[in-house]
């Protein structure tokens, strides 16, 4: 079981930086596949960015790529979000989630590939 809990989103102006982290509780992070995904109101959850069990691998959704850089600490159990550049597009409840730890060398872009979520935080954007 994985339990994760997101932090860092608020209000930001268009051109502003934030830092999304996801910390997990339980034994198979290290081994898990972590994504981060969005809803916009109105909007269907849409894939950002994902990053692989060892971090060797990272993907993003071509609406963030260049602006947005996915990491992880498995020591801390933590994942992160570092978002820049910011523009009212992105504003949404934002998601962490982790697949099944099966230790996968590729991350999928699909939420149904992935088991456990957080409850999101808030970004907005001003303009």
């Known amino acids: 079981q994985v339990q994760l809990v997101e932090s860092g989103g608020g209000l930001v102006q268009a051109g502003g930086s934030l830092r999304l982290s996801c910390a997990a509780s339980g034994r198979t992070f290290s081994r898990s596949v972590m994504g981060w995904f969005r809803q916009a109101p109105g909007k269907e959850r849409e894939f950002v960015s994902a990053i692989t069990w060892n971090g060797r691998g990272t993907y993003y959704a071509d609406s963030v790529k260049g602006r947005l850089t996915i990491s992880r600490d498995n020591t801390k159990n933590t994942v992160y979000l570092q978002m820049n550049n910011l523009n009212p597009e992105d504003t949404a409840v934002y998601y962490c989630?982790?697949?099944?730890?099966?230790?996968?060398?590729?991350?999928?872009?699909?939420?149904?590939?992935?088991?456990?979520w957080g409850q999101g935080t808030q970004v907005t954007v001003s303009s």
């Open positions: 989630a982790a697949d099944a730890a099966g230790g996968s060398s590729c991350a999928s872009t699909n939420s149904g590939a992935y088991e456990y």
